[in-house]
């Protein structure tokens, strides 16, 4: 049975940080991308950050140099450590993994950005 589960969510201030987790497991972890996306209330998801197969990483523009993607293929686990957050970064982060022939989501975690 295919499993991702995404935690470390939480409140935090303005300008702190927080990293998150997706643990997977029931696939090949290592022959997927992973990709991290966010959906805010009231608008549509939409994805930051993705880590290929060979650990090569991608940023939406308001993340970049903020976040950093990571993963450990030893764990069947990804990453996604933030940092310098802003108000705007509230939402329900989503892990994906992906590959020609599957595509398998997590159930989010939240994180609000608030003072």
């Known amino acids: 049975q295919v499993q991702l589960v995404e935690s470390g969510g939480g409140l935090v201030q303005p300008g702190g940080s927080l990293r998150l987790s997706c643990t997977t497991s029931?696939?090949?972890?290592?022959?997927?991308?992973m990709r991290w996306y966010r959906q805010a209330p009231g608008k549509e998801r939409e994805l930051i950050a993705t880590?290929?197969?060979?650990?090569?990483?991608n940023y939406e523009d308001s993340v970049k140099g903020r976040f950093t993607i990571s993963r450990d293929n030893a764990k069947n686990t990804v990453y996604l450590q933030m940092s310098s957050l802003k108000v705007e970064d509230t939402a329900v982060y989503y892990c994906?993994?992906?590959?020609?022939?599957?595509?398998?989501w997590g159930k989010g975690t939240l994180v609000t950005v608030s003072s």
């Open positions: 029931g696939f090949a972890f290592y022959l997927y991308a």
């Open positions: 994906k993994a992906e590959n020609n022939w599957s595509t398998y």
């Open positions: 880590i290929t197969s060979a650990g090569n990483t």
